[in-house]
T-cell receptor, first 114, second 115 residues
Framework: DSGVTQTPKHLITATGQRVTLRCSPRSGDLSVYWYQQSLDQGLQFLIQYYNGEERAKGNILERFSAQQFPDLHSELNLSSLELGDSALYFC?????????????FGPGTRLLVL | AQSVTQLGSHVSVSEGALVLLRCNYSSSVPPYLFWYVQYPNQGLQLLLKYTSAATLVKGINGFEAEFKKSETSFHLTKPSAHMSDAAEYFCAVSVSGGSNYKLTFGKGTLLTVNP
């Protein structure tokens, strides 16, 4: 158990819908990262927050957005969902932000868009 | 930009045999390198990481990896495979500079251990 929690574990929805994925980092961790894992793209970095502020963006679609709240939990919002958005979404956290910081991963949310 | 190449999407070994999972990186600056393991239906767990302190890095579950700058490699090894080692293994790189501390992952290597 990494100490990172993600809810829900599974999510099934229809195209065009909007969903919210939630992540609670390890106690004391200030930095939160979101990754998408799909069969064709592998593990791709989406976005990073540090202490409530967005710090870096990766291959995140404009239909996706995220935020980190004062209690440091984070939410990833996916809208106008398409079939291709079906994937496993991971949240990771680290104590600080830095190149050598270990990122601890949550169990993921498996999204299926029908 | 940094990148990682994992040679072999699927490696199969017998129980008790040597495990060797290959990872090559590309980076214009000194990298930080990581190996993560993903068991079925679970998240990623850190096995070990290289942060320039020592070229031979020991991790959990008997795994180790050696950083070879001249070969731009960071291969993962374990002397004797156990059935419980069956999982997918990911090599990842992170480089200093800028404000993006993302991990860039390889495509993964699925390890099968045969009895």
């Amino acid at each position: 158990d990494s100490g990172v929690t993600q809810t829900p574990k599974h999510l099934i929805t229809a195209t065009g819908q909007r969903v919210t994925l939630r992540c609670s980092p390890r106690s004391g961790d200030l930095s939160v990262y979101w990754y998408q894992q799909s069969l064709d793209q592998g593990l791709q970095f989406l976005i990073q927050y540090y202490n409530g502020e967005e710090r870096a963006k990766g291959n995140i679609l404009e239909r996706f957005s995220a935020q980190q709240f004062p209690d440091l939990h984070s939410e990833l919002n996916l809208s106008s969902l398409e079939l291709g958005d079906s994937a496993l979404y991971f949240c990771a956290s680290s104590v600080a932000q830095g190149t050598g910081e270990t990122q601890y991963f949550g169990p993921g949310t498996r999204l299926l868009v029908l | 930009a940094q990148s990682v190449t994992q040679l072999g999407s699927h490696v199969s070994v017998s129980e008790g045999a040597l495990v060797l999972l290959r990872c090559n990186y590309s980076s214009s600056v000194p990298p930080y390198l990581f190996w993560y393991v993903q068991y079925p239906n679970q998240g990623l767990q850190l096995l070990l990481k290289y942060t320039s302190a020592a070229t031979l890095v020991k991790g959990i579950n008997g795994f180790e990896a050696e950083f070879k700058k001249s070969e731009t490699s960071f291969h993962l090894t374990k002397p004797s495979a156990h059935m419980s080692d069956a999982a997918e293994y990911f090599c990842a790189v992170s480089v200093s500079g800028g404000s993006n501390y993302k991990l860039t992952f390889g495509k993964g290597t699925l390890l099968t251990v045969n009895p």
